[in-house]
C-alpha cells in the first residue's frame, strides 16, 4: 500500500491531538474502547477470527517499535486480546502508550486496506471511528 | 310476500353473513400467520445467507494472512540461508565465497581508478596446540578473538574473513604502497599479540601478502601468491610477514624471529 493510499485510510481513524489522554490508564481505556467499536463493525463482516487474525498481525508488527506490547501466541490469534492490550498501554506513558497504540491502529488500517481495498476498509473504519469518539465524548458528559 | 316469510328470509340471511364473518376471519388470521411464516422464513434465509458470508469472509482473511505468515517465514529462512553462506557462523566474518567477490570487485575498481590494493592470507600460529591442550571450544574462542582484533586492526573499507580452519584472508581495497601494507600487518600482529584481562593473549600468526595489480590481477592468483608467502613466513617460526616481492619483516615491523630462509 502506498503512501497515498494509506493517507486515504488513516485520516478517518486517526484520534485527533485533541483526543490525547492525560494519563495512562484514560489513554489504556480509550484505545480499549476504540478496538471494542472496531471489533464490533468489522465482526458481522469477516468475522470474529478474521478481525483477530488482522490484529494479531498488526501487533506483531507493530512490536517491532514497541516491545512492550503483548506478544502474540501462535497464528491465527482468535479474537482481540483486550485486557493484555489494556495492561501494556497502562504501563507505560501517556505519549508512548498513545504512539503504540496509533502504530498498532495504522498497521492494521493497512492490513484491512490490502485485503479489502481502501475505500471499503477507510468507510470501515470511519464508522468504527465516529462511533468511538462519540462514546468517547458520550464518557466525558458522563464523566 | 307475507311479513312471516321476510322474517325467516333476513334471518337466514343475517346467518349467513354471520358465516361468512366468520369465515373471512379465519382467512385473515390464517393470512397473517402465512405472513409471518414468510417473514420468518425471510429473516432465517437472511441471518443464514448473512452467517455463510461472513464466514466466506472470516476464511478469507485468515487464508490471505496465513499466506502472508508463510511468505514472511519464507524469506526469513531465505534470509537466514543467504546469510550463513555469506558470513562465517563462528567468527561472523565474510566467507571465502563472499571474500572473492570483494576482492574481484577491489580489483575492478583498482583498474577503473588505477590504485593498489593488497591480500593477505593469515594463518594462526600454534592453533593445533591450542585445540589439543584446551580443547575445541578454546580452539573457537581463539579464532573469534583472531578475527575480532583483526577486524579492529583495518579500515571500514577493508575486509577480514575467515578462509577455513584457522585461516583468514585480509583484503586492503586501496593503499598506497607496500610500506603502508607493512604497517597494516605489523599492526595486525602487534594486536594478537596485545594483552587481554592484564595477561599476554598468546596469540600470533603467519602473514603472506600479494599486492595487486603488481603481483597478479585476479583474486584466486593474488591468494595462491599470498599463500605461498604466508608458509614462507611460517617456515620462518611464524609472528611475520612476507610480501610476494620478498620484504619480510616482524610484529616490529623489523626481522623475523627466525633466520630467513634462502632466496628462492
Redesign the interface.
Known sequence: MNDSTLAAVLPGHSRPAGLVAADSHQSARRAMLAWRRTEEILAPIIGVGGVGAIYGRSLACARRAFPWLPAVHGFPCSRIELASLHEALARQPASEASAADAMLQQTFGELLASLVGSRLANRLLELSFEASVGNQRQEGKLG | MSLLHEDSVFTAARHALGLLHHEADGLRKELAALRRDIVDAQREFDSTH?ARL??A??H???A???A??ISDSALAELDALSRASQFDELTETPTRTLMLDRIDNALAQARRRGNRGAVMFLDVDGFKAINDAHGHAAGDDALRRVAARLTASVRESDAVGRFGGDEFLVLLAEVAGEPEVAMVAGKMLAALAGVEGGAPTGLSASIGIALFPDDADDAPALIALADACMYRSKRRGGASFTFHSGRVAGASGGAPREPPLPAR
Request: hydrophobic letters at 55%.
Open positions: 448473512a461472513m464466514e469472509n472470516e478469507l482473511v485468515l490471505a494472512l496465513r502472508r505468515e
